[in-house]
Nanobody, 124 residues
């Protein structure tokens, strides 16, 4: 079993930055790819970014490239999502997810464990 706890969400003005963190426990972290997804109000959950267990490979939704950066610190069992130049349309609940494979995935169905989510609100 894996437990994931997100933190770092909040209210920010458009153009600002936030860094989300996801602390993991319960499994060998470095063998688990991690992903970030988000669910805007009234919409379906969507892929944001993912990173392989080693951290060598990263994956981004096309619309997030350049503004969002995923990283991980395996010594701290933590994955991060740095979000810059935030826009009101980035408002969503952001979820951290883990899969039992080293390689990342763009697809929600390939993740086995999920955090409870953290709210990010970007004001205009």
């Amino acid at each position: 079993q894996v437990q994931l706890v997100e933190s770092g969400g909040g209210l920010v003005q458009a153009g600002g930055s936030l860094r989300l963190s996801c602390a993991a426990s319960g499994r060998t972290f470095s063998s688990s790819a991690m992903g970030w997804f988000r669910q805007p109000p009234g919409k379906e959950r969507e892929f944001v970014a993912a990173i392989s267990g080693s951290g060598v490979s990263t994956y981004y939704a096309d619309s997030k490239k350049g503004r969002f950066t995923i990283s991980r610190d395996n010594a701290k069992n933590t994955v991060y999502l740095q979000m810059n130049s935030l826009k009101p349309e980035d408002t969503a609940v952001y979820y951290c997810a883990a899969r039992t494979y080293e390689s990342g995935s763009y697809y929600e169905r390939n993740y086995d464990y999920w955090g409870q989510g953290t709210q990010v609100t970007v004001s205009s």
